[in-house]
């Protein structure tokens, strides 16, 4: 059975050896860590080469410099697309979302559903989020044996997402499929068509080049059609009822673009947030009975699981102009990849930060982004699932133990475990 090796995340990988670029150094939950940490201390703002047909990057993993990409948006747009990938302007055109715009239109995006995922309207879902946790652990913890990732991890966010969204349960396996092919699209086990492969010029015009863009593009505009000139108050509803605070409305082509990325984004950070917590506790027994003696430190504990998790590596920005960036000369035009997951281990803002501490104070982690106007629309949400999951499942566990490998997304964007099997003992 493979354990994540605690003890070496945090020895130093020769700085020659450190390839961001390389997917397969993203595996083994091992060396992804040891590459940032060589950066933060050796390069903090590090040059990345890339293959052929993408140019290189700017790494950028100590998190004052993260925080300072992030916020800057005049310098370090989003505009030239926010994955490593390079796309053409036309290709911009096609595949942009909210996350692709800056300035008075991306605030005007956001405004149409900024306040179905702020604190009053969630904390109104509450009751609902408990029931439906409940039901989902009573399911999976009556197994005694399980995958956790199947059963509970991405069993819940999904439920959540499809009652946003207003569409029924049984369609859950297919939202969640859609994102593993979506987002898995540099892993062989789940992507239609690898990234890297020459068949995905065939979809480049797609999100992620990913054919399961298409599936959804048609399933959520057959939701609009119906939906249309309604009075619902689901996330389709105001997408396609409501005008942004700009005066301009969502084109077709909006629509699909901030569809889809509400059914990815809706499901894959949570999701793995959850799992990557679930791991840390049966690793760290001491941490889980401290949660289990003192319930209260929940709420203190979910910040400590999304920097533990840092369930997305990085997000790209592109220079706007030359500038100077710790140490080095940026040129405009030259992509600046800020490493999330780097920020989240800083020893000059985490102290210990290899140690997984649920009682952790002041917590400034970047899982959702640094003061930026990009800043996760649904990060209320997520803290809120996260928390009330927790809150369910930590009374109900005596004890907890892997039963084999934990594999984990083939992908430098995502940081995903794809299995979590246990057993549990109930108290």
């Known amino acids: 059975m493979t354990i994540l090796p605690l003890d070496s995340v945090h020895v130093p990988l020769p700085l020659d050896q450190v390839d961001l670029a390389d997917l397969d150094n993203f595996t083994d939950g091992v060396t992804p860590w040891r590459m940032f940490h060589t950066l933060r201390h050796q390069d903090p703002v590090h040059w990345q080469p890339e293959p052929e047909p993408n140019s290189g990057f700017w790494a950028v993993t100590r998190h004052e410099d993260i925080a300072r990409v992030d916020r800057d948006a005049e310098t370090f747009t989003s505009t030239r697309f926010v ?43 509450a009751d ?47 939202l969640i499929n859609w994102g593993n092919r979506i987002i898995g699209n540099t892993d062989p086990e789940y992507a239609d068509v690898l990234l890297e492969s020459e068949e995905s010029e065939k979809y480049r015009d797609l ?71 679930m791991l840390a506790l049966i690793q760290h027994p001491e941490q889980l009975a401290r949660l289990q003696e003192d319930p209260s430190l929940i709420p203190v504990a979910v910040e400590e699981f999304l920097r533990w998790a840092s369930p997305v ?55 959702f982004g640094k003061g930026s106007p990009h800043l996760c629309l649904g990060n209320l949400l997520a803290r809120t699932e996260i928390r009330i999951m927790f809150e369910e499942l930590i009374p109900r566990l005596s004890s907890i133990r892997l039963t084999g490998d934990v594999p984990r997304v083939r992908s430098n964007f995502v940081n995903g475990i794809k299995k979590l099997p246990v057993e549990v003992t109930l108290a």
Do not use: C
């Not at 197994?143 to 946003?164: H, Q, T």
């Not at 059609?225 to 689901?234: E, F, H, K, V």
């Not at 389709?236 to 969502?250: A, F, K, M, Q």
């Open 207 to 277: 999100p992620f080049r990913s054919p399961a863009s298409l599936e959804v593009f048609d399933y959520g505009r057959e939701l609009a059609r119906q939906r249309r000139g309604g009075s619902g108050t689901d996330l389709v509803s105001r997408l396609v009822n409501e005008t942004p605070r700009d005066g301009v409305p969502l084109s077709a082509q909006d629509f699909d673009n901030y569809f889809l990325l509400l059914v990815v984004a809706g499901n894959e950070t949570t999701r793995h947030t959850i799992s990557h917590s």
């Open 128 to 174: 609902f989020l408990r029931g439906l946790t409940a039901t989902t652990l009573d399911k999976a913890l009556a197994k005694g044996s399980f995958d956790f990732v199947a059963d509970v991890s991405a069993d819940f966010p999904i439920n959540v997402l499809a009652r946003l969204l207003d569409v029924p349960p049984e369609d859950n396996q297919k």
């Open 83 to 125: 994955n490593l990938e390079e796309l053409d302007d036309d290709q911009i055109k096609k595949r942009a979302s909210i996350l692709e715009l800056d300035g008075v239109r991306h605030r005007a995006m956001r405004s149409v559903l900024q306040r179905q995922f702020g604190q009053s309207t969630i904390n109104q879902y």
């Open 313 to 367: 590596y990085h997000f790209r920005r592109t220079a706007t102009r030359d500038v100077e960036l710790g140490g080095k000369t940026v040129r405009e035009g030259e992509k600046v990849v800020m490493w999330y997951a780097s920020g989240n281990r800083d020893e000059k803002v985490f102290g210990n930060p290899y140690d997984f501490d649920v009682t952790r104070a002041d917590n400034d982690h970047v899982s």
